[in-house]
């Protein structure tokens, strides 16, 4: 599903990623944790090539691009058809203010993928009835509060049928009593068999629903296992370190 061979990204002289090579198979839920500064947000951004990075092969599904070429109208096409493959979930919702709920739902398919509007809309409709605010679908971003915002993110970014969701700390803007239902939507879609990579420091999430757990620091892997080999085994001093001061 994901391959990442010799992944490196430099902004300047400073070098946040050293080589990350990952493998990630379909329906697997894998989460990024670790330190600010560790690299994890950027890693997601080259993926989509939001940040493009400086050295390195990204392959996602059939989309595979090496880093570092030349921005020609081909490329273009090529990182635009795997950011369609691909969803973003970002720590800010990013919804369009002026449009209501089931109309941010509705806009990718309708621009990017020239669906009928009508069409669009059931979709859409759809998708917010299973976040949960099939009721809201006509509230504005301001009607809406920040859990709210962030389910329309999730079913915007589902609206585009994408073989994985990147989440880049979903919950990290929102009030402590609104993460519960934003995680619940995400462990849904893990038992749906969704392939997701997820930056969170919610480390029930993690021993929860990961399947894999990555550990980051300085730009490398530090350690990587399933959730109980990572939070009850850690191998890594470096990785002990942190869960000491997290959990």
Do not use: W
């Not at 049928?161 to 609104?178: G, Q």
Request: proline share 4%; hydrophobic share 40%.
């Amino acid at each position: 599903m994901i391959q990442l061979q010799n992944l490196k990204k430099k902004f300047g002289d400073l070098e946040v990623l050293h080589g990350i090579d990952l493998s990630i198979n379909k329906s697997e839920v894998v989460v990024l944790m670790g330190p600010s500064g560790s690299g994890k947000s950027t890693l997601l951004r080259c993926l989509t090539f939001l940040e493009e990075p400086t050295e390195g092969i990204i392959k996602i599904g059939k989309h595979m691009l090496p880093a570092g070429e030349k921005l020609t109208r081909k490329r273009k096409n090529e990182i635009r058809s795997l950011r369609q493959s691909t969803g973003f979930v970002f720590q800010q919702f990013n919804l369009f203010p002026h449009k209501t709920a089931i109309e941010n739902v509705m806009e990718g398919p309708i621009v990017v993928q020239g669906v009928q509007r009508e069409e669009a809309r059931k979709f859409a409709q759809t998708l917010l009835e299973k976040v949960g605010l099939g009721e809201r679908c006509n509230h504005y971003p301001s009607q809406l509060s920040g859990g709210q915002q962030q389910r329309v993110a999730i079913a915007r970014a589902l609206s585009m049928k994408p073989m994985v969701i990147l989440f880049d700390e979903p919950t990290s803007a929102l009030d402590p009593e609104l993460v519960r239902e934003v995680l619940q939507v995400m462990k849904d879609l893990a038992q749906e068999g969704m392939t997701m990579v997820v930056v969170t420091h919610e480390m029930q999430f993690a021993r929860e629903v990961a399947d894999r757990v990555i550990f980051m620091d300085g730009g490398v892997i530090v350690e990587q296992g399933s959730s109980e080999e990572v939070f009850n085994h850690p191998k890594e001093e470096r990785t002990k370190r942190f869960l000491m001061k997290v959990i």
